[in-house]
């Protein structure tokens, strides 16, 4: 009797065949979630919007997602620049205003800030990717003070709003109480 277990398998090919039973049972067990993935991956790739054939392409294109030098990296920062500036008309505070004016004349809607936090939150990811590889191209230079500037006013704007939220999500009694007694952060803001 030699030692050890007694081989299972005799040839490669039984091996071969016991590992693809062993998949097929395990595709088995978990086929519903697996395909749900596949449903939902699917519905997300074809509800993408297409441009159609007449539009025109933006004024200012997009500037690459992926930089690799430091003047890329500024281009995304002036991009974002723009967004932040199209999104808050060149004053957070007026734009937290404006949230709040449609928010009590919105019948006290929880989801009116919703839409700001998504374009704030997309802002602010890129501007902390964007500081972070340029301090890591040009250390504490011009290019990344830029950059450092711009992502706290976006950090500023995102507090600003998600204060906002919370106090909605308490409820209207609160953010009303906190407006009047000039609790809220952006009313500490300069115009």
């Given at each position: 009797?030699?030692?050890?277990?007694?081989?299972?398998?005799?040839?490669?090919?039984?091996?071969?065949?016991?590992?693809?039973?062993?998949?097929?049972?395990?595709?088995?067990?978990?086929?519903?979630?697996?395909?749900?993935?596949?449903?939902?991956?699917?519905?997300?790739?074809?509800?993408?919007?297409?441009?159609?054939?007449?539009?025109?392409?933006?004024?200012?294109?997009?500037?690459?997602?992926?930089?690799?030098?430091?003047?890329?990296?500024l281009?995304?920062?002036?991009?974002?620049?723009?967004?932040?500036?199209?999104?808050?008309?060149?004053?957070?505070?007026?734009?937290?205003?404006?949230?709040?004016?449609?928010?009590?004349?919105?019948?006290?809607?929880?989801?009116?800030?919703?839409?700001?936090?998504i374009?704030?939150?997309?802002?602010?990811?890129?501007?902390?990717?964007?500081?972070?590889?340029l301090?890591?191209?040009?250390?504490?230079?011009?290019?990344?003070?830029?950059?450092?500037?711009?992502?706290?006013?976006?950090?500023?704007?995102?507090?600003?709003?998600?204060?906002?939220?919370?106090?909605?999500?308490?409820?209207?009694?609160?953010?009303?109480?906190?407006?009047?007694?000039?609790?809220?952060?952006?009313?500490?803001?300069?115009?």
């Amino acid at each position: 009797m030699g030692r050890g277990r007694p081989r299972i398998y005799k040839t490669p090919e039984d091996k071969a065949a016991a590992n693809r039973a062993k998949s097929m049972r395990s595709y088995y067990n978990r086929k519903y979630a697996i395909n749900v993935g596949r449903r939902r991956r699917y519905r997300a790739d074809t509800s993408k919007t297409k441009p159609l054939n007449s539009a025109h392409p933006d004024a200012a294109a997009l500037p690459n997602a992926d930089p690799v030098n430091a003047s890329d990296w500024l281009c995304l920062v002036n991009h974002s620049q723009t967004e932040f500036d199209c999104l808050t008309k060149g004053s957070t505070r007026a734009f937290v205003e404006s949230l709040y004016d449609e928010y009590t004349t919105n019948n006290y809607r929880l989801d009116t800030f919703s839409k700001a936090l998504i374009e704030l939150r997309a802002l602010d990811r890129t501007m902390r990717r964007c500081e972070h590889a340029l301090l890591q191209l040009v250390g504490v230079a011009k290019e990344f003070k830029v950059a450092e500037k711009l992502g706290q006013a976006v950090r500023n704007g995102l507090n600003c709003v998600e204060e906002m939220e919370l106090y909605a999500s308490i409820g209207k009694e609160e953010v009303l109480e906190a407006y009047e007694n000039h609790d809220l952060m952006h009313q500490k803001l300069d115009y």
